[in-house]
């Protein structure tokens, strides 16, 4: 007697066998990408970037196989595809070089994530209007302590000098040994110049401090937007809204232009990534008992013991504890 149609019995299902899709056979291969060619990232915008390939601008894309692995401004990559820079014409990035430095932040002190803002910077320049908009130090001093972490040399650029007298604000970070250039409205940039000489120099700063004015003086072609400040809030608007990378002109230096910011969370930074910027200060630390934090209210810490022996600068710990402190305050 024949099986029902449609019905199959136990013979049947022990050697069935599921039809197989065609495939292509998968590789582990990947292509060399021989004929890649070096680039430079100057800006990133909604998945799209663009380098500096030679002298051509180009616009690329990231390639597949980098899967999440983020491209950030500063970053030197190699690149495949249409590297022309004629009008309509993408490459693919496939390859991200070995960073020397990363400045990171994270949205706020609460957050896990960390964002990366610029590659391969040397110098990170904080602007500061003396006036209009007033100072605000503790962002100054967030801002100290992501370029020590991150390994840059901390410049700040204290402008609109002509309003205040930049003496009240440096005598706050001299002994943290950090340089200072002084600009006013109109005047000589000679001094900003030689700070930024063969630095790539990462601008951060408040919004209405001059920061893209002091862009679009330094590269006249620029053309960075410039706004104002509120005259009831005291703050700028926005007047940048992606970072840029710019070269200086007669091959100088590199900038980077970034939006003004209202925060700079540091959950990302710890203590001991912190003193070991200070290596004076980190020496001192040996003593230490497991833990120490290095903050002020420290039971048994070497840096108060160094104070006490005459042995460190008091000023300088004071500071160096303030910027311990910026950590977690974030009202500024």
């Known amino acids: 007697m024949s099986?029902?149609?449609?019905?199959?019995?136990?013979?049947d299902v022990e050697h069935y066998e599921r039809p197989r899709r065609r495939t292509r056979p998968r590789t582990k291969d990947r292509p060399s990408h021989d004929d890649a060619v070096d680039g430079l990232v100057t800006t990133v915008d909604r998945g799209r970037f663009t380098l500096l390939v030679d002298d051509r601008v180009v616009t690329a894309m990231k390639a597949r196989p980098l899967g999440r692995k983020g491209v950030v401004v500063g970053d030197r990559v190699r690149v495949v595809g249409d590297v022309s820079g004629d009008e309509g014409s993408l490459a693919r990035i496939v390859e991200v070089r070995e960073r020397t430095t990363m400045l990171r932040r994270t949205a706020d002190d609460d957050d896990p994530v960390e964002r990366p803002i610029v590659a391969n910077a040397?110098?990170?320049?904080?602007v500061t209007a003396l006036a209009d908009p007033e100072p605000r130090p503790r962002l100054i001093d967030r801002a100290l302590v992501a370029a020590f972490d991150a390994g840059?040399?901390?410049?700040?650029?204290l402008t609109k000098s002509d309003l205040a007298d930049p003496e009240t604000l440096l005598v706050t970070?001299?002994?943290?040994?950090?340089?200072w250039v002084v600009t006013q409205r109109g005047g000589d940039l000679a001094e900003v110049r030689d700070a930024l000489a063969s630095h790539t120099t990462v601008l951060v700063?408040?919004?209405g401090v001059g920061k893209s004015t002091l862009?679009?003086?330094?590269?006249?072609?620029a053309g960075r937007e410039t706004g104002h400040v509120n005259a009831v809030t005291g703050r700028g608007r926005h007047t940048s809204t992606s970072a840029i990378m710019l070269e200086l002109p007669d091959g100088a230096g590199w900038i980077v232009d970034t939006p003004g910011i209202r925060s700079f969370g540091l959950a990302h930074v710890e203590p001991e990534n912190l003193i070991e910027a200070f290596p004076d200060l980190d020496e001192m630390t040996e003593t230490c008992p497991r833990g120490c934090t290095h903050a002020a209210d420290e039971p048994e810490c070497g840096l108060d013991e160094a104070v006490a022996e005459g042995e460190a600068d008091p000023e300088r710990v004071a500071s160096f504890r303030r910027l311990l402190e910026a950590r977690s305050v974030t009202d500024y």
């Open 3 to 11: 099986r029902p149609t449609g019905r199959y019995g136990e013979h």
């Open 122 to 126: 040397t110098q990170l320049a904080v």
């Open 152 to 157: 840059l040399a901390p410049l700040l650029v």
């Open 173 to 179: 970070y001299r002994s943290l040994g950090v340089k």
């Open 205 to 207: 700063g408040h919004s």
């Open 215 to 221: 862009v679009n003086a330094l590269v006249p072609d």
